[in-house]
C-alpha cells in the first residue's frame, strides 16, 4: 500500500451471540438492580459504622446535656418551703469538689437564713452547650434566666447566669465535678 492510500475497511461480521442458560444472577447482572443493590448495601455499612463506631458521642452527648439541664434546673429552682429536698436533689448530682462545695454552700445555717427570708428562686434552662467531651469527662456551658424574691427586697430580682460545668462519667451516670459561674456582663462583684 502506498504512503497515504487509505485502507479498505472491512464491513462489520455479527457473529452469533453464544446461548447462556437463562441464569437469575445474570439478570441481576445486567440490569438496573445490581447497581442499586450496591448503593443499599454501601449505604447500610456505612450508617451501621456511624452507629457503632461515630454516631455513639452522639448519644453520650445527649446525656450529658440532659443531666446539666437537669441539674442546673435543679440549681436554680427552689423555694423556702422546699429547700431541705432541694438541696437533697443538688447533693444527689455532685461528686468530688463540688459535693464538698454544696455542703459548705447549704450548711445548716444558710438554709436556716433561706427559709427566713422566704427566699424563691424561679429560673428556666435557656440553652446547654456541651464544650467537649473526652472519655468520662465533659465540659458543659449554660445559660439559666432567674428570679429570685424574699422577704427582705421590695421587688424580684433577676440575672442571668451563666455556668461552666464539669462532669464525670461514674457507675451512678454523669455527675457534676466542678460548677463555675461566671459574673453577668456590667455587674460588681
Do not use: H
Request: no cysteine; hydrophobic share 45%.
Amino acid at each position: 500500500m502506498a504512503v497515504g492510500a487509505r485502507r479498505p475497511y472491512a464491513l462489520p461480521v455479527k457473529l452469533p451471540r453464544p446461548r447462556l442458560p437463562n441464569v437469575p444472577w445474570r439478570r441481576i447482572a445486567t440490569g438496573r438492580v445490581l447497581p442499586w443493590t450496591l448503593v443499599a448495601l454501601l449505604l447500610g455499612a456505612a450508617l451501621a459504622g456511624w452507629l457503632v463506631g461515630g454516631g455513639s458521642d452522639s448519644g453520650r452527648i445527649d446525656q450529658v446535656k440532659q443531666t446539666a439541664t437537669r441539674f442546673l434546673d435543679a440549681l436554680t429552682n427552689f423555694s423556702a418551703s422546699t429547700i431541705d429536698q432541694d438541696v437533697k436533689g443538688i447533693r444527689s448530682y455532685a461528686v468530688g469538689s463540688f459535693a464538698q462545695q454544696v455542703d459548705q454552700t447549704f450548711s445548716a445555717a444558710r438554709i436556716q437564713q433561706i427559709k427566713q427570708a422566704k427566699v424563691v428562686s424561679k429560673a428556666t434552662v435557656k440553652s446547654v452547650f456541651v464544650e467537649d467531651l473526652t472519655g468520662d469527662q465533659a465540659t458543659v456551658f449554660g445559660v439559666v434566666a432567674e428570679t429570685v424574691t424574699n422577704n427582705v427586697q421590695s421587688a424580684p430580682r433577676s440575672d442571668v447566669i451563666r455556668a461552666e460545668l464539669t462532669l464525670l462519667d461514674t457507675k451512678g451516670g454523669w455527675k457534676v465535678e466542678q460548677v463555675n459561674i461566671f459574673q453577668a456582663p456590667g455587674a460588681t462583684g
